[in-house]
């Protein structure tokens, strides 16, 4: 059957949350990483399936034989008879109510048997009611929390984190451009823009037969309902959760299209004055005088006619861009494909799934000449976080793997070292000076007062040893709003001391976000995109920080990690 890798994902995640509710150890976890694996997959699962069998689903990183069967019962029968037991026994609607934070599912157990909690709308109504607090185990405080969850969710009005919307929509655009007669298929919009979150998907098409990639569209596994279909225009909802529009255009109008659906809307509108104080018009057909297209084919062709040089899709914002590059002076933002290193990897030495070797093979395969292992600290205890003697243990392995590698990739010796609430850091300092670059994170008291907060960061910022701020506000995309911070002091503070700021790319961060960036690319302030990977899958995240970096403007000189390794570490701190 044709299913949807959104689908396909809900479903193993859901098993992964119900075994988790009946307390099976270490299972729930590895659903949980094979349906984020198959979230971040552009290539279709049930085409995996239909061209290479289990063989190949086993091979999808975080799968395996077991969810591998699964996964084949799910695409052959529609349905998997383990799943469909789970969800009679506790018939709630587990997407919603585990999308708020701090909502686990042994929480969402209890709610449902003790107050029948099955969504959303339950849980809103009845945590208002001052009922939640009664439950043990609950209390005021969770109850609050949970209040708090809910709010965030709703301010994030259905846009999805770009990371669950790229991949699919990739996977769609793959599709139609395989309709004979397609000659252009392409993304637009805040998606093309590469937005942090997406509010739907805008897709233009040139084709020689619209009706058949209208069939098409209308007709992908990703569909939950039709919400409208036309010659040159639809628009479905799409079981992810979010809407998609497909236009259809003519050659001679396609550049101007593309300009117009890629946005944003202020760009237009700037891009439109600009036109018509040149006695031109400027719409989604082309750029007039009178009756006479001048330009529209191409993207390049209608900037060029207005007098400006080409500017990339992350830039158009309308903060600038149009001034710029008018006078010819738009900065050139970092290219995909540039990084060099990686300075933020997780390994099975705590809560990655993979060795050092094998993600050492899988930073060679991502085009990487060096990386950094940063495993968590002994703070985070949950993850088996390292103290300073498994830390020297480390060292000697990474001094092992570097012989077997010289000349492929360096591994370069780090840590992931907690920030604790007084600022100070989780590991010796005397250790931390034996390694090549260590990065500092925030990963409790997330609730302190901007006050304490930023005294706290800024503080560990002082540590000759603290190269990095790793993901520097804590935020978790449509899951947890960054902690309290001064952001400009902790900006300020970076340039005193020489941290440098990271941009996390795990796509469910983006932290930095693009205006933080764009600060300290003004402040002088060097940043570096890191994957923050827990397998070898996610050396792709990279693709995510690159596109938020542009979207701050960042040149390759502002980004670290975009220099050979020995100019990299001489940059930092300790260099
Ligand atoms: P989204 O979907 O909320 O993440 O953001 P966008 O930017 O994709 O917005 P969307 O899907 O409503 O529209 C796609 C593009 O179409 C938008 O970026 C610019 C263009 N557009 C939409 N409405 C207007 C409008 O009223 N005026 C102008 N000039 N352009 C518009
Ligand atoms: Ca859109
Ligand atoms: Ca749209
Ligand atoms: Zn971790």
Known sequence: MDISNEKIAEVIGGIGEYLAMQGVAFKPRAYEKAAEAIHSLAEPVSEIYKKGGLKEVEKIPGVGRSIGEKIEELILHGKIKEYEGLKKKTPVDLAELSSVEGLGPKSIKKLYAELGIKNLADLEKLARAGKIRTLPGFGEKAEAKILKGIEFQKRSEGRLPI??????AKSIVARLSSVSGVEKCTVAGSLRRRKETIGD?????????????????????????????????????????LDADLRVVEPAAYGAALNYFTGSKDHNIALREVAVKKGLKLNEYGLWKGERRIAGKTEEEVYGALGFGYIPPEMRENTGEIELSHKKELP???????????????????????????????????????????DHTKRLA????????????????????????????????????????????????????????????????????????????????????????????????????????????????????????????????????????????????????????????HFEFLEYGIANARRGWAKKSDIINAWPVEKMLSSLKRG
């Open 163 to 168: 990371g669950r919307v790229l991949p699919l």
């Open 201 to 241: 998907i805008d897709i233009l098409v040139v084709a020689k037969n619209p009706e058949r990639v209208m069939e098409k569209f209308t007709g992908l596994p990703n569909v939950a309902r039709i919400l409208a279909k036309g010659p040159t225009k639809s628009s479905v909802a799409l079981d992810a959760g």
């Open 332 to 374: 050139e933002p970092i290219e995909y494909g540039s990084l060099l290193g990686d300075l933020q990897t997780q390994t099975s030495w705590t809560d990655g799934a993979n060795s050092i070797e094998e993600m050492a093979v899988a930073a060679i395969k991502a085009g990487l000449k060096y990386f950094v292992v940063t």
């Open 382 to 537: 949950m993850t088996g976080g390292l103290d300073e003697k498994k830390l020297l243990k480390q060292m000697e392995e990474i001094d092992g793997l570097n012989k077997k590698f010289t000349g492929r990739i360096k591994i370069l010796k780090g840590s992931e070292c907690d920030i604790l609430k007084d600022g100070s850091l989780d590991i010796a300092d005397e250790v931390l000076a034996k390694l090549d670059v260590v990065g500092i994170s925030v990963h409790s008291y997330f609730n302190l007062s901007r006050e304490e907060q930023t005294a706290r960061i800024l503080k560990a910022m002082t540590n000759k040893n603290a190269d990095i701020l790793f993901h520097p506000t804590g935020r978790v995309l449509g899951r947890r709003a960054p902690y309290d911070v001064d952001m400009d002091a902790v900006i300020k503070q970076a340039k005193k001391t020489g941290t440098i700021l990271e941009i996390d790319a795990y796509p469910d961060r983006l932290d930095l976000k693009d205006e933080y960036i764009r600060k300290c690319v003004d402040s002088g302030v060097k940043m570096s995109i890191d994957s923050d990977a827990h397998s070898v899958a």
